[in-house]
């Protein structure tokens, strides 16, 4: 049973370029959540969403920041026209139906923004 | 300040030795969880506790919650060089939304 699933695991962009970062839950799991992690910081939530619907995206960035999660295919975190203060490591988790307090952390994506 | 806020920020110790962090936060919960994580990867969940309990085991961890004083702490018994690693409490705030708030984690470092 594999795990949560996040591509690219490294991705570097120039200023200004769009990023997206894909994100594949655990299988049967119905709820995606994105956090964000700046250098020697704890995680930061950004979306949380079910199939087809956001649920909270209170810690997304008003601009810029998209995330969605399709009924078929991985949830996309999208980010449009980055800055280099976008950089940092991005990480998905899932966790099944009616479900969410143990979330399971995919191994991330680290954004790098020349 | 963050709601979850680990300390020590880094923490040195032998193989074999014990190792405590502590984690303190500001709102009511229904539950709080301990994750870890090693350098440069995802995060590990270790253990759940809820607002109802006050003591929880899984193998060599030991974990305690103080809802009237809004701390935790994780104890790892008999530390190994594996163990190395960042540790976060996470909790979720009270609410049913999902997500966790994390705090800035404690840098274990078990010297073999």
């Known amino acids: 049973n594999a795990g949560v699933m996040q591509n690219p695991r490294h991705l570097v962009r120039r200023r200004g370029q769009e990023a997206r970062l894909r994100c594949s839950p655990m299988k049967g799991h119905s709820h995606v959540y994105w956090y964000r992690q700046l250098p020697e910081e704890g995680l930061k939530f950004m979306v949380y969403l079910q199939k087809e619907n956001i649920i909270d995206e209170s810690g997304m960035p008003k601009e810029r920041f998209s995330a969605e999660f399709p009924k078929e295919g991985p949830s996309i975190l999208r980010i449009q026209q980055v800055v280099r203060g976008d950089s940092a490591a991005y990480f998905c988790?899932?966790?099944?139906?009616?479900?969410?307090?143990?979330?399971?952390f995919g191994p991330g994506t680290r954004l790098l923004v020349l | 300040s963050q709601q979850g806020e680990e300390d020590p920020q880094a923490l040195s110790i032998q193989e074999g030795e014990n190792a405590t962090m502590n984690c303190s936060y500001k709102t009511s919960i229904n539950n709080l969880q301990w994750y870890r994580q090693n350098s440069g990867r995802g995060l590990v969940h270790l253990i759940l506790i809820r607002s109802n309990e006050r003591e929880k085991h899984s193998g060599r961890l030991r974990v305690t919650l103080d809802t009237s004083k809004k701390s935790s702490s994780l104890l790892i018994t008999a530390s190994r060089a594996a163990d190395t690693a960042s540790y976060f409490c996470a909790t979720d705030a009270g609410g049913s939304q999902g997500n966790l708030i994390f705090g800035k984690g404690t840098k274990l470092s078990v010297k073999p």
């Open positions: 988790a899932s966790s099944p139906p009616s479900q969410h307090e143990t979330q399971y």
